[in-house]
């Protein structure tokens, strides 16, 4: 079993930047696969960025690349999304993922374990 949690979202100004944060426990949770994707009203979730267990490999949708980056702490059993150049249509709820496939996957489906999600709104 493994419990995610993030912060860091909030309210930021168009071109502005936010950091998130999600920390795992769990006896494994270091050496999941995570993803963070994201949720806007009236849209389906969708997938951000992922990275492997040792960080190794990372992975972004197109609409974040060159703007967003994705990191972990395994000693801190910690994931973050630091996030540049914000924009309106990065409005959304952001969300952590852990999968024990061993590839960060886009298919939300195949990740085993969810966080509660963080809110970020970017004002135009």
């Known amino acids: 079993q493994v419990q995610l949690v993030e912060s860091g979202g909030g309210l930021v100004q168009a071109g502005g930047s936010l950091r998130l944060s999600c920390a795992a426990s769990g006896r494994t949770a270091s050496t999941y696969v995570m993803g963070w994707f994201r949720q806007a009203p009236g849209k389906e979730r969708e997938f951000v960025a992922g990275i492997t267990w040792r960080g190794g490999t990372t992975v972004y949708a197109d609409s974040v690349k060159g703007r967003f980056t994705i990191s972990r702490d395994n000693a801190k059993n910690t994931v973050y999304l630091q996030m540049n150049s914000l924009n309106a249509e990065d409005t959304a709820v952001y969300f952590c993922?852990?999968?024990?496939?061993?590839?960060?996957?886009?298919?939300?489906?195949?990740?085993?374990?969810w966080g509660q999600g963080t809110q970020v709104t970017v004002s135009s």
């Open positions: 993922a852990s999968s024990r496939s061993g590839y960060p996957t886009r298919r939300s489906g195949n990740y085993d374990y």
